[in-house]
């Protein structure tokens, strides 16, 4: 009996110690609403532009003509292009690349590695004997951009199988977010929870839920557009922590976490900001 | 990057060439500062925690030792190891606290 006592005192330990991702979720979202009870919250896949009705404006102007636009005409052009073996992109996803965004990242059960959108791509290049492109900028997130473009309107649906790899995946995305770091000791959630919606120096903070949702995004500062996991580096370092490789396991199980975070919210990428 | 954490050869140059002992002996120092530096480093890096300061100043470390001057090599090794001890000192407090921050 008095076993059985214990068995059922940790069980609830373990319960309450390892939300499910869902109760996750949930609480973020209600999180946000108690924060700011009048937002529509569907409005933060639009980042700092839900709480910012001047910079909201001036980028609803930039959005008549998007900068992003030529990345995603030059994205479909590299994505039908045919790879040296007579091969295409479409060859190595589901539904021929097209719509598919929604489900990134996902945790491969064969490998047991989480799998962005970018790092599919580059895979379906090294699988097909051609050289990987550069992360972060250029041809791969022009392709990302593309795939991006024909998922919108469609509503994030990262999936946490019940694999406990996946869960652990998810659970160190989770610690990394709320784990404060760099020598300013500031975790993500400092910046994008407690501090969403406002000023940071010149910027406007945007909240973690919709985070996800808009990639990659053209940034006028970069001056081109880019992936999510350049900006997990400049989030990085503006705190003094030293940013990791992009597609590196810390980063891809970070965007398996955020991304979660965002399910049954709309894309809307590939997106503009300043 | 890892090429800059050892003693870079025109700084065994200078300490072999160098008549003076006490130059030998600061030599020896800065090594030593260099491996505890280094040693605290992989710790920080190892508990997801380094700071980009770090390896900058450990770099600017060896390119002083590589000059002979390694009083500010062992200032500056000193200060890296220092940024991530005090990372490490984070890391601890963090895997305790952090889960406090996520709303329930």
């Known amino acids: 009996m008095k076993k059985l006592i214990v068995a059922c005192f940790l069980t609830v330990m373990m319960a309450s110690a390892h939300a499910t991702p869902e109760q996750d979720r949930l609480a973020l979202r ?27 404006e001036q980028w609803l102007e930039m959005e008549d003509f998007p900068p992003y636009e030529i990345a995603i005409e030059e994205g479909e052009e590299a994505f039908n292009k045919p790879f040296a073996n007579g091969k295409t992109y479409a060859d190595c996803f589901a539904n021929g690349g097209m719509g598919v965004k929604q489900d990134f990242p996902y945790f491969d059960v064969g490998t047991g590695e989480i799998i962005t959108m970018e790092y599919a791509i580059n895979k379906c290049r090294t699988d097909n004997d ?45 610690e990394y977010y709320y784990t404060r770091r760099g020598q300013l000791e500031f975790a993500c959630e400092n910046c994008h929870m407690q501090s969403a919606g406002m000023m940071l120096r010149a910027d406007r903070l945007s909240g973690m839920l919709g985070q996800a949702t808009h ?24 705190v003094r922590a030293k940013p990791y490789e992009a597609q590196s396991q810390e980063y891809r199980q970070l965007e398996y976490f955020l991304s979660y975070m965002s399910n049954g919210m709309e894309l809307n990428g590939p997106a503009s900001r300043r | 990057m890892k090429r800059n954490l050892y003693l870079p050869f025109s700084a065994l140059l200078a300490v072999l060439m160098s008549p003076a002992s006490a130059m030998a002996a600061d030599a020896d120092e800065y090594v030593a500062a260099l491996e505890k530096a280094q040693s605290q480093i992989c710790e920080a890096a190892t508990r997801v925690q380094l700071w980009n300061t770090s390896e900058a100043l450990l770099e600017e470390a060896a390119e002083a030792a590589a000059k002979g001057n390694f009083d500010e090599g ?21 895997k305790k606290n952090w889960h406090l921050y996520v709303p329930k």
């Open chain 1, 215 to 238: 990639w990659p995004v053209y940034r006028s500062k970069w001056g081109e557009i880019g992936t999510i996991q350049k900006r997990f580096q400049e989030c990085n370092s503006q």
């Open chain 2, 74 to 94: 062992i200032k500056l090794a000193n200060e890296a190891a220092l940024h991530a001890e005090l990372a490490v000192a984070t890391a601890v407090r963090e």
């Open chain 1, 130 to 174: 051609e050289e990987p492109l550069p992360w972060l900028v250029g041809e791969l997130a022009q392709i990302a951009a593309y795939m991006a473009y024909t998922s919108r309107g469609n509503k994030m649906n990262v999936v946490i199988p019940d694999d406990p790899r996946a869960l652990a995946a998810y659970e160190a995305g989770k």
């Open chain 1, 30 to 56: 209600a999180f946000f609403q108690e924060r700011f009870p009048k937002l529509d919250l569907n409005e933060m896949i639009n980042g700092l532009y839900a709480f910012d009705e001047g910079a909201r």
